[in-house]
């Protein structure tokens, strides 16, 4: 038995050392906003942060995330709850599978860059595909969360 802690919420689950953290989210845990999308890391739809770090928890073991703090899409932080006004202000998502993606890697770069440029939001989502590309709005709705947050 092993104990995670995931958006703030202690959870004690039975899972295999090399269980991949999306699975234990998803099954065990019971939050199925994290998606999964390729299984091998390319694709972002499972982003999830690691004491604040993006990481591709289909590919990251359980072990990695024990005595860490991991954050999902179901996370209620600031940066997090304005970036989500953006997407919907700005009809961001088409089918939306990967937004949660989207939005935990967009929460990454504004934990990290109080205004990020253009460029620093490029090279921040470069890990998250969008089937649908809606790549220009996804940037758009990244500077709107910005000045929701000032």
């Known amino acids: 038995m092993q104990t995670l802690s995931i958006n703030g919420t202690p959870y004690t689950v039975d899972a295999p050392d090399d269980m991949p953290l ?5 099954d065990l845990a019971g ?3 994290t998606k999964f999308g390729c299984g091998v890391a390319q694709c972002g ?15 990251t073991p359980i072990t990695t ?3 860490k703090e991991i954050t999902t899409i179901e996370n209620t932080s600031p940066n997090m709850e304005h970036l989500r006004r953006a997407w919907e202000d700005l009809n961001v998502p088409q089918c ?17 860059k109080k205004v990020p440029t253009d ?23 990244i500077h709107k969360a910005v000045e929701y947050r000032n």
């Open 31 to 33: 939050l199925t906003g």
């Open 96 to 112: 939306g599978y990967c937004q949660s993606g989207q939005i935990i890697a967009a929460t990454a770069l504004l934990d990290a």
């Open 65 to 67: 995330a024990i005595g």
């Open 119 to 141: 460029a620093d939001i490029e090279e921040a989502m470069n890990g998250n595909i969008c089937r649908c590309g809606t790549y220009v709005r996804i940037k758009k709705a």
């Open 45 to 59: 739809a499972c982003s999830v942060l690691i004491d604040d770090v993006l990481v591709k928890s289909c590919s």
């Open 22 to 26: 999306l699975w234990v989210i998803r």
